[in-house]
């Protein structure tokens, strides 16, 4: 086989979706486990749909992703430009050298006369598409509408008979009759390619070897079969990887919330998870194993692997891998990872303050997001809170209010550096009184933090520090003075 050649060509239109980025994931796996080459290639012949930094937000989301590509707009290779508006003079050679061939042909039809072709069609009940008039013009009917200089467009002339045939390595064998294939369009009058000869042409000269892309494309592959065809090309081969549904089964849109990769980024989910997660919607190694690092899904990737059914897109199952990546991450890394999340919900963190953080907050943590709440009272200079919270479960104010006072009194004759002797200290304090230690501790927990949930207990009064947590408890002493009234 020769070397693996395969190409993510998206259009600046603005940030690339999942099912967009999935696509453009499959054909860098197939590379990378081939030793193959990745090539970024643009589609921008439709300019009136780009959007400003559309190219860069896409290179952006690939970067993010760790996807690299070998050859591409801003790096350059042997079979540039890779931008499709910079390649008009090919697009034409290749376009006339087709109507040369008697394989293609000038359609003078107008915008008018092509509405009046539809508006008759429709009202007959017949399918709307080319009636293919232009095609069977004589040479001196193409001559006078040259001499008149009419605009024209350059349509394929489809085979009128047989059927043109897909091998689709997802989903096998796909044939379609040629008579149900319209002469499409190749060349518009503003001099610009369609998508339909274009990518054909650019496959052809990259050399592309295999062309992945979304199973949405599958009713124009007779088009693309036939222009290669048409030139005498030996197609790539094609693979057509199956749509990504929501929860509800409808293809995966914004109302299903984030679809963008910048914005799965800012929720706090890691890349490791997004790259896992992303490849198993539609590829799965044995239907059992579900956790690859970067460099096992590209000595996994294989395309007999490749489901022909839909995916569906399991925002429980990413928060599930997600969490499991964070609990393999180094504190450092962790920490390092966590700060931008506290500082943008504007607590004043340092790293070191993070690493101490980091470990206690590391198995509850689904996405980085989630830690401001957590970890948000041990920044504050007071916290504020409803007193009746610092009543412990199944206790009345005075027993909350004597359980406070001991785990006071502990804590105030010891260091805070020994965390094993701070638990059993406080721990036998509770037993004397009687408590069960979600009690005691609930008590003082709720004292130093104002929450009922935080992080482990310990930890947390190291973090805060001793004159802080007596502060703390001092206060809440008062407002249970006042309860227990």
């Known amino acids: 086989m020769p070397s693996v050649r395969v190409r993510y060509a998206p259009s600046p239109t603005g ?40 190219l860069e937000l896409i290179m952006a989301s690939l970067k993010f992703l760790g996807i690299e590509w070998d050859e591409g707009p801003d790096i ?25 061939r008697g394989a293609a042909y000038r359609c003078y039809c107008t915008n008018e006369e092509l509405a009046q072709m539809r508006a008759e069609q429709e009202a007959r009940g017949e399918p709307t598409r080319y009636d293919r008039r232009c095609r069977w013009l004589a040479a001196e ?95 790539p081969q094609f693979g057509h990887v199956p749509v990504v549904l929501g929860p509800d ?14 914005q799965f980024r800012d929720e706090g989910y890691l890349v490791e998870a997004l790259l896992n997660f992303m490849t198993l919607l539609g590829w799965a190694y044995d239907g059992q194993r579900e956790l690859f690092t970067r460099q096992e899904l590209i000595e996994n990737f294989t395309l007999d692997h490749i489901h022909s059914s839909p995916a569906v897109f399991d925002r429980t199952k990413l928060d599930w891998m997600n969490g499991e990546y964070i609990r393999r ?6 920490a390092t990872r966590l700060l931008p999340f506290l500082t943008r919900a504007g607590i004043e963190a340092d790293l070191e303050t993070t690493k101490k953080i980091a470990p206690l907050v590391q198995e509850r943590l689904k996405r980085l997001d989630e830690i401001a709440p957590l970890v948000d009272f041990l920044f504050q200079e007071k916290i504020s809170y409803d ?3 610092l009543v412990g479960p199944k206790m009345n104010a005075a027993e909350s209010l004597h359980a406070l006072r001991a785990a006071g009194e502990i804590l105030d004759g ?20 009687g408590l069960k230690p979600a009690q005691f ?45």
């Open 414 to 433: 010891m260091s805070f550096d020994d965390a094993e002797k701070m638990e059993q200290a406080l721990r036998a304090a509770g037993e004397q009184l």
């Open 141 to 235: 009917q193409r001559a006078q509408r040259e001499s008149e200089g009419r605009a024209y467009v350059i349509r394929l002339a489809v085979p009128l008979e047989g059927s043109t045939t897909l091998r689709d390595f997802i989903h096998g064998d796909i044939t379609i009759p040629n008579d149900s294939v319209d002469d499409q369009v190749l060349m518009k009058s503003d001099g610009f390619p369609t998508y339909h000869l274009a990518v054909v042409v650019d496959d052809h000269l990259m050399e592309i070897t295999h062309v992945m892309r979304g199973d949405e494309w599958i009713s124009s592959f007779p088009k693309h079969i036939l222009v290669y065809n048409a030139f005498g090309w030996t197609p």
């Open 76 to 100: 350059g290779g042997a079979y540039g430009p890779y931008h499709q508006s910079e390649r008009l003079p090919i697009y034409k050679k290749y376009a006339d050298e087709l109507v040369e």
């Open 441 to 485: 501790f609930g008590v003082l927990r709720n004292a130093v933090s104002g929450k009922t949930v935080t992080p482990p207990l310990i930890g947390v009064l190291q973090i805060l520090g001793k004159e802080k947590t007596m502060a703390r408890i001092g206060d809440a002493l008062v407002k249970l003075e006042k309860l227990a009234m």
């Open 387 to 389: 007193p009746k919270t």
């Open 329 to 334: 991450l180094e504190i450092g890394d962790l």
């Open 15 to 54: 940030a690339p979706h999942i099912g967009n980025l999935r696509t453009a994931l499959f054909n860098w796996l197939w590379a990378r486990h081939n030793d193959g080459k990745f090539i970024l290639r643009v589609e921008d012949t439709d300019q009136a749909r780009e959007v400003e930094n559309g």
């Open 249 to 262: 089964k409808k293809k995966l849109s914004k109302r299903h919330g984030a679809t963008s990769i910048t």
